[in-house]
């Protein structure tokens, strides 16, 4: 079946340093991809997609690149913000509405 | 436009019991998936209803139910409650079913955090 496996947490990093959180998929056929955030207290807000390869999903200076060669979505921003700190979950979607999550990465970003 | 909301917010049941969690999805969205996260397991799909009809259904025990509404509103079900039941459950909207050549967005509510003691 479809897996998704990303780094472990936490990703300890101080403030307007380089994020990079790994994240390697399992599927058939052409999944779509995701980034999801969530702070603490709150549900999953999506954080950007893309639907097939090699597309580049951005948001708020987070991008990731879809590598259909290496399977993998990793998800990288320049220079990480205190208020970025959170879970970020890789995620991905073939057919009809059933997401497929890795285990979540927390990140916490130190002043 | 509202969001995907969720009632109650927090509950606390004891084992054996019953607990029914309810989720309105977004105004015209006709899709509600569910979800448990629990710090072992992550996230995991229990099920999604398109339509009124169950669509697709994840790896859990027939303890877990669901229904949905002609008004698109959605509730799960579970029955004799066990320790390991307690979790934080996730609602999701979306206007239609991703297939393989189109893909529709979910929307995510702030979850239902069940204990059970």
């Known amino acids: 079946g479809d897996s998704v496996t990303q780094m472990e947490g936490p990703v300890t990093l101080s403030e307007e340093a380089f994020l990079t959180i790994n994240c390697t998929y399992t599927?058939?056929?052409?999944?779509?991809l995701f980034w999801y955030v969530q702070y603490p207290g709150e549900g999953l807000q999506l954080l950007l997609k893309?639907?097939?390869?090699?597309d580049k999903g951005s948001n708020k200076g987070f991008e990731a690149t879809y590598r259909k060669e290496t399977t993998s979505f990793h998800l990288e921003k320049g220079s990480v913000q205190v208020s970025d700190s959170a879970v970020y979950f890789c995620?991905?979607?073939?057919?009809?509405?059933?997401?497929?999550f890795g285990g979540g990465t927390r990140l916490m970003v130190k002043p | 436009k509202a969001g995907v909301t969720q009632t109650p917010r927090y509950l606390i049941k004891t084992r054996g019991q019953q607990v029914t969690l309810s989720c309105s999805p977004i105004?015209?969205?006709?899709?509600v998936s569910w979800y448990q996260q629990t710090p072992g397991q992550g996230l995991q799909f229990l099920f999604e209803?398109?339509?009124?009809?169950?669509?697709n259904k994840g790896n859990f025990p027939g303890r877990f139910s669901g229904r949905q509404f002609s008004n698109s509103r959605s509730e799960m079900n579970v029955s004799t409650l066990e320790l390991g039941d307690s979790a934080l459950y996730l609602c999701?909207?979306?206007?239609?079913?991703?297939?393989?050549?189109?893909?529709?967005?979910?929307?995510f509510g702030p979850g239902t955090r069940l204990t059970v003691l």
């Open positions: 999701a909207s979306s206007l239609a079913r991703t297939s393989e050549s189109s893909y529709n967005e979910q929307f």
């Open positions: 599927a058939t056929g052409y999944p779509s």
């Open positions: 893309a639907t097939k390869a090699d």
């Open positions: 995620a991905l979607i073939r057919a009809g509405n059933m997401l497929t």
């Open positions: 105004s015209g969205h006709r899709s």
């Open positions: 209803y398109f339509s009124e009809t169950q669509r």
